[in-house]
């Protein structure tokens, strides 16, 4: 087992480290500054990606790529590295064209749609010209289980018309959002796994309706955390993602790496909270001491490290077994990084926000956002629990080949 930084994956570093410091790191005040005046997309994001595209920082999380399309092909285990630096700022990756969800739906796109799908879509969205929303949560019933969802995706002859609700909807509100990929029942008489579909709905259908942008605690996402409508929306047939009863199927293959990307730009941002709080301990006193000579706060900066780097360890094997055989073959992988990240994210920003008192909880410092999305995190993708299920029943399979061989240990006549 590898999962060592390659050459090549040390020179993006290298390059990416280097462009983040110089362009975006900079500009991060004046990002919060416009998008808290309502201007938004910011006035510099096309400038930066157009740089970012030249310098060949594009499309760093697509590893399969036709010869014609933009993007680096990297590895799942190259990416993750450069996913944790662009996530030491929160908005860094759409500069770089690896914002969530327009990855995930990339990659469906390049999996399963058709020619005319693929120009119309995919095409704009490779090179950055649009931005997209993936359509699969839903406020009425539990949507960590994908059989839950009730939108309707009924045929009426050469269209679809869909009905639903659904929320938590990222990227509905941004101004450049063209296409939108619904999950939805096309047969609810079907075996409870080929009940679904998917259909490509243009952001303007009539029909469609954004009802809110809603807020993550007090964390508010300029491109839209959103509750959107249907209501006899019609799009033609031709929309159709794949095959009729294909859409559970699909859902697993998108959220396999999109699990993963989360977690590496989590550990960026982690790494964040990590390098605030070493400094302001060595810098704020209370009592007379600096509170970096007291052994609580060292026993924090240790356990944060120890905590970082375990979680880093994990994430880039998972992102090696992705590699070597599928994100199948990784499937209690996946859902352990899942898991453990958020939680390690929340753990070291919170003994972050300690260190820093009463500023770590206010705006001055991007600590209660970090904490926030990592608390967010324990249910974007599936819940912890739904995650923990799935490992432990994994696993007592897994011991079920050897049952009884531990007994062997005990001491008993």
Known sequence: MEF?????????????????????????????????????PVSFMEDLKALAKSQGLWNLFL?????????????????APLAEIMGR????????????????????????????????????LLAGEIRSAFCMTEPDVASSDATN???SIRRDGDDYVINGRKWFITNAAHPNCKIMIVMGKTDPDAEPHRQQSMVLVPRDTPGVTIVRNINILNHFSPEGHCEVRFENVRVPAENLLGTEGDGFMMAQARLGPGRIHHCMRSIGQTEVAFDLMCDRVQERKTFG???????T????????????????????????????????????EISMIKTLIPQMQCEVTDRA?????????????????????????????????????????????????????????????
């Not at 090549?8 to 416009?34: G, S, Y």
């Not at 001491?289 to 052994?295: I, K, T």
């Open 89 to 124: 700022v929160f908005w860094s990756s759409e500069v770089f064209n690896c914002n969530a969800p327009d990855t995930g739906n990339m990659e469906l796109l390049h999996m399963f749609a058709t020619p005319a799908q693929y120009e119309a879509w995919l095409k704009p």
């Open 297 to 332: 706060i060292l026993e924090w900066i240790a356990r944060s490290r120890v905590a970082i780097e375990q979680a880093r360890l994990l994430v880039l094997k998972t992102a090696w077994m992705i590699d070597q055989g599928g994100a199948r073959s990784a499937r209690k």
């Open 353 to 413: 926000i300690q260190a820093f008192g009463a500023m770590g909880l206010s705006p001055d410092t991007p600590l209660g956002d970090i904490f926030t999305w990592g608390r967010a995190l324990r249910l974007i993708d599936g819940p912890d629990e739904v995650h923990l299920r799935s490992i432990g029943k994994m696993e007592l399979k897994e011991r079920g080949k050897n049952l009884g061989q531990s007994l062997k240990y005990l001491y008993t006549e």
């Open 4 to 40: 060592g930084y390659s050459d090549r994956c040390n020179a993006l570093r290298q390059q990416l480290t280097e462009f983040m410091e110089e362009h975006v790191i900079p500009r991060d005040r004046l990002w919060h500054k416009e998008v808290k005046a309502g201007q938004y």
């Open 289 to 295: 001491r600096h509170l970096a000579e007291r052994d």
């Open 63 to 79: 590893p399969s790529l036709r010869e014609d399309e933009p993007g680096q092909g990297l590895s799942n285990l190259d990416y």
């Open 149 to 151: 969802i009730q939108t």
